[in-house]
């Protein structure tokens, strides 16, 4: 079973960026944790800066995957186009962010992504994306 992790701007900066906000690890770091505790999925990552390669990947996923975990980073905020994307295929998306977009400047409290997502979890770090997994799990039961 294929689950899609997509990872957008400054995300692979992750375990550098930030690190009181983002952690210490790698996102690389933490998809061998992540493989580690669901050994029956088969994980596809992609991450990238560029809004059109997002919206391909969203695009290819939808055509290959159970579910999509999507962290669209700074793109949530200014992105109609990957909110059409997500419109746009059958698998659930589950939006992810490591911080509280909530609690911090108002311009992050605007998500293009949201409404188009079968769900959002933001705040709980890296944690999050394990419970999305988690919940795309349950949907193929």
Known sequence: MNITIINGPNLNLLGKR?????GNLSFEQYLEQLKAVFTQVHFIYFQSNIEGELINAIQ???ENSVGIVLNPGGYTHTSVAIGDAIAAIQPPVVEVHISNIHAREDFRKISHVSAKAKGTIAGLGLKGYELAIQWLLTQKA
Request: avoid cysteine; aromatic fraction near 12%; charge should be negative.
């Open 60 to 62: 290819a996923a939808g």
């Open 18 to 22: 930030e690190p009181e906000v983002y």
